[in-house]
């Protein structure tokens, strides 16, 4: 009840109706069929094994309609574990058709992730009127209290560590913010943060404090309607037949940047 365990196994298949031949190395449309093999094909799989687990804090100081606040902590570790498989050398994919490596690196890596959720609580405005006007919400279970929830900051980091690769074991830092103003607002901002030093002409390989590499940002909006509407076929004892319509309404707009220099 205190942590998930979560394991996998993915497999993947690549299969090429022919092998093909580059004959000119300058020019994808050279590549041609050398001979009438049908049905090749190259495999690739990986495990892997995460727990993880949530911590909460709540804090209800009950000031109008604000009636609290909570703050989860979702804690990861995973282990991700593939072979390095290179067995069908003969077998080279078309790149215009389907342009895949049947190569696989070796992975022996350590996952780690954290997330950061701050949800609010309050009342609804009905419930918010009703305790206004002093209506007793604790005798009349048609009247008891209806709140709503919003998450308004979430926050998720994650990193791996390889320790198959001889250097540059960790791989790039990568981090989510996202802003909820209400349930039809939400921007978010992602963060690509590298460890390593490529434009300062120090060791690549070495480990730095991290160093923004990539951002992006995106705004969201949705709009939703409904109701109903009299179809004008009549019923008995009821006048007419009234059908609910909803639609619904979403946007959203982007923008990023990677840093190829210093």
């Known amino acids: 009840k205190v942590f998930n ?5 993915n497999w993947n298949n690549y299969w090429s109706d ?6 000119d190395s300058t020019r994808h449309s050279a590549l041609e069929p050398t001979n009438g093999n049908f049905g ?3 495999n690739a799989f990986n495990a ?14 009950h000031w109008g309609r604000f009636t609290g606040i909570r703050h989860v902590i979702s804690p990861a570790v995973g282990w991700v574990w593939a072979p390095e498989i290179d067995t069908v050398e003969s077998m080279v994919l078309h790149p215009l058709i389907h342009p895949r490596s049947t190569y696989q690196e070796e992975q022996q890596s350590l996952r780690l992730a954290l997330g950061n959720d701050f949800d609010l609580k309050y009342l609804s405005k009905e419930s918010a009127q009703l305790a206004r006007s002093g209506g007793d919400t604790l005798s009349n279970s048609f009247q008891k209290p209806r709140y709503e929830h919003l998450k308004i900051l979430s926050l998720y980091t994650a990193t791996n560590y390889n320790f198959a690769k001889s250097d540059s074991n960790w791989s790039d830092l990568s981090s989510r913010l996202t802003l909820q103003f209400s349930n039809a ?10 460890l390593y030093d490529s434009w300062g002409g120090g060791d690549p390989t070495e480990v730095v404090p991290p160093i923004l590499k990539s951002w992006s940002y995106s ?19 009821k006048g007419g ?3 609910p319509w909803s639609t619904s309404l979403s946007y959203s707009y982007g923008m990023s940047a990677q840093r190829v220099s210093s």
Not at 48 to 61: A, C, E, H, M
Request: charge should be negative.
């Open 5 to 9: 365990v979560t394991p996998s196994l």
């Open 18 to 23: 022919s092998e093909w031949d580059l004959t």
């Open 40 to 42: 090749t094909m190259a």
């Open 48 to 61: 892997q094994l995460q727990t993880d687990t949530k911590l909460y804090g709540i804090w209800q100081p």
């Open 185 to 194: 607002y939400a921007f978010t901002i992602n963060f690509g943060h590298t």
């Open 219 to 237: 705004f969201n909006r949705s709009l939703q309607w409904g109701g109903r509407f009299n179809s004008g076929m009549p019923q008995l004892l």
């Open 241 to 243: 037949e009234w059908t």
